[in-house]
């Protein structure tokens, strides 16, 4: 079979990672891929805004699955583009992706689900702002409606910054269309778990649940980011824990689609918070996770590329029964000095000599461009994701700030501490024995 992934990221070279060692590929296509990418698949020029030319890409490479790795062409529709074409591809079109696309849709849709999720307001004007902080209380998330580029997320700590978060949005257009309304939702306390699975109809497979670090520095310090690093499995979601999750998180939402016609194959991600009341869904992707893909794939044990292939299919029901390997993963994000505010891109990246798979660790690029000498650069602001296994979360990060003592570029810097709570909790888990 040939494959094509879309997209240039971390998350789509643990893709390809992952789709190269099925038995059953033939050829592997990433467009535009990255530095990672290409020394496992052959990296390809083609424009996802095209949907024409990519389905003419497709017929002409005998292209049989096609994997869309970011969100934005999704919400644009490009699954439907091609599934309409006869192409078998992985990921939702663009009516579920609306679940991503939209807080102030995906709110609805909660609600209408009976699906467990915070208390919120949806405001299009300032005059709408007060009244809606009296419903959910001044200490809030503010979120821009649409895609922000994963910016668009304020928490605000007291009616102050509320009002100065949903101003940025309706009146200062600081996220363009995406904040022409603004959800307001209850800040909720608790531990945040990242559950991912693959469905297809109302057949849903979890995968291992994982736990993201998005804060910048140390001690969840410094801004937001799109994902210092993480980890999986994260202890305290685990046995009838998980069932329960599936059940009232991912479940409705694949059911609810079916009740609507819509036709959902791909990835369903729930971002959910461990509250002392129980589970409440903070957010759904419908794609998977970055950083949280590359500790999630790791540890499937079988071939998922027949996986995706038997979901993109609507075959998924059929498939056999997903098996996770035991153990542990961990990954470690080395960014660029700046990120996620103004960074420089160009520095030479070494210590990547020798296979980015080394058992037990594995080096995904994310900014990272190949020169025509073979030096390896950086192009981004997160540049690359170091994941370490082992028997468990210890030795897993042992092995990931090993490997990552190696590497060198100029301004790079990363988070010391990912997996900590997961360390904690096993901790506490070991006392109540």
Known sequence: MNALILGGGGREHALAWAVSRSANLDRLLVAPGNAGTDRIAENVSIPMAKPGELLSFCRNEDVALVLIGPEAPLVDGLADALRGSGVAVFGP??????????????????????????????????????????????????????????KGVVMAENRDEAIEAARDALERDAFGAAGHAVLLEEWLEGEEVSLIALVDGEEVRPLVPSQDHKRAFDGDTGPNTGGMGAYAPFP???????????????????????RRGVDYRGVLYAGLMMTPEGLRVLEYNVRFGDPETQVVLPLFDGDLLAAFEACARGELAGAPEFRLRPGAALTIVAASGGYPGDYSTGAEITGLSGEDDQGDTLVFHAGTKRLDDGTII????????????GSDIETARGAALGRLSEIRFDGMFHRNDIGRRGLQANTRQEETV
């Open 93 to 150: 079109g663009a009516e579920g992706a609306r679940l991503e696309g939209s807080k102030v849709y995906a709110k609805e849709f909660l609600r209408a689900e009976g699906i467990p999720t915070a208390r919120g307001a949806t405001v299009r004007s300032m005059a709408e702002v007060e009244a809606a902080l009296e419903r959910t209380g001044e200490r809030v998330a503010v979120k821009a409606d649409g895609l922000a580029a994963g």
């Open 236 to 258: 305290r979601l685990t046995g009838a824990e998980l069932d329960d999750a599936v059940a009232s998180c991912l479940q409705p939402v694949a059911a609810g689609f079916a």
């Open 378 to 389: 950086t192009s981004g602001g997160r540049v690359l994701s170091v994941t370490g296994l």
